[in-house]
């Protein structure tokens, strides 16, 4: 018998967004938790949350954060710049509410593996794939 697994891997939640809804997607696995990798992800995340044609969805361990939740795709959906901090639009609304969370622990969070893959983000692009 096989161990049920109910999740999605980035890579099959990309893979249905792209094939399904015809959306251009980006997966980004966090293997490193280091400076470099932590202040470009920090770009990103500024970057996408001011641009309303791209979201971004997160995957992260969320017992790390202190939430109810193991693995875990939620929406990444504003930046705090003063406290450094990222609003997570939690998906299982019967186990967390939305939360702020600061950006390097998030990080952390998705520095974490999801069975042999490390976990990370998806950049989904709302122009259709021509």
């Known amino acids: 018998k096989g161990e049920f697994d ?7 939640l990309a893979k249905i967004l792209t094939e399904v809804h015809n ?23 500024m ?16 017992k790390i954060l202190g939430n109810k939740t193991n693995g875990h795709i ?3 959906v504003a930046y705090d710049k003063n406290s450094d901090s990222v609003l997570i639009m939690d998906v299982a609304l019967h186990k967390n509410q ?9 990080y952390q969070a998705m520095n ?11 950049i989904i692009e709302t122009a259709k794939i021509l």
């Open 6 to 12: 109910p999740g999605l891997t980035l890579e099959q």
């Open 23 to 45: 959306l251009k997607t980006t997966v980004n696995y966090v293997e490193n938790f280091d400076k470099n990798s932590l202040n470009n992800f920090r770009k990103i995340v």
């Open 47 to 62: 970057k996408i949350t001011r641009d309303q044609d791209k979201f971004l969805l997160v995957n992260f361990d969320g």
């Open 74 to 76: 939620s929406p990444l």
């Open 98 to 106: 939305w939360f702020w969370t600061p950006l390097p622990q998030l």
């Open 112 to 122: 974490s593996k999801d069975g042999e893959q490390y976990r990370g983000f998806l």
